[in-house]
């Protein structure tokens, strides 16, 4: 069964432009999750989905979005770009998305803002 | 608020060592517990976990006991190899749909 992939692995932006990062789950899974790895925060939540609804939300500002499609793939948006965005964005998914369910994580996006 | 404490790194051992990890945590409920593994440049790998008190994970040598009196999730392993050198963090997912709630992170490097 093919993994968690997610693209584009590195991305390099200006202060004030947006991205768009994309996660293609496992197949079957329905849930997935993004976070934010930074070395002075470390890993930070910033919303699951699940069947095209985003059920769960971090305390990051409304410039990060995302949204779930049909087929459970899923991309986050990050407008107005700010030095503190460069990060590692890693997509989980899982079956469902309960608490005993594993998540499997993607490679990550590593984004870099200058 | 939920949260997991772990030992801080970075971790410098013997090829052959044993390993200890410590994690605690604080949270309103019962918990699953997890430790994820990152290599340099990937993302996270499930190592183990356990979804109840007592419950022991175990996987690649690894394992980890969870302990509900002392709210700890310590990571052990009795040889450790340069192949494990890698950071690694414990987290927890309290019931229902929540999110993984992590820890910091412990930096191992193993050294030949």
């Known amino acids: 069964k093919a993994g968690v992939t997610q693209t584009p692995r590195y991305l390099i932006k200006t202060r004030g432009q947006q991205v768009t990062l994309s996660c293609s789950p496992i197949s079957g899974h329905r849930s997935v999750s993004w976070y934010q790895q930074t070395p002075g925060q470390g890993l930070q939540f910033l919303f699951e989905?699940?069947?095209?609804?985003?059920?769960n939300k971090g305390n990051f500002p409304g410039r990060f979005s995302g949204r779930q499609f049909s087929n459970s793939r899923s991309e986050m948006n990050v407008s107005t770009l700010e030095l503190g965005d460069s990060a590692l964005y890693l997509c989980a998914s899982s079956g469902t998305g309960q608490s005993t369910d594993t998540q499997y994580f993607g490679p990550g996006t590593r984004l870099t803002v200058l | 608020g939920n949260s997991v404490t772990q030992m801080e790194g970075p971790v410098t051992l013997s090829e052959e060592a044993f390993l200890t990890i410590n994690c605690t945590y604080t949270?309103?409920?019962?918990?699953?517990l997890f430790w994820y593994v990152q290599y340099p440049g990937e993302g996270l790998q499930l190592l183990l976990k356990?979804?109840?008190?007592?419950d022991k994970g175990s996987n690649k040598g690894f394992e980890a006991t969870y302990r509900k009196e002392t709210t700890s999730f310590h990571l052990e392993k009795g040889s450790v190899q340069v192949s494990d050198s890698a950071v690694y963090f414990c987290a927890l997912s309290l019931s229902g749909n929540t999110p993984l709630v992590f820890g910091k992170g412990t930096r191992l490097s193993v050294i030949a």
């Open positions: 949270a309103t409920g019962y918990p699953s």
């Open positions: 356990a979804t109840k008190a007592d």
């Open positions: 989905y699940f069947s095209e609804t985003q059920r």
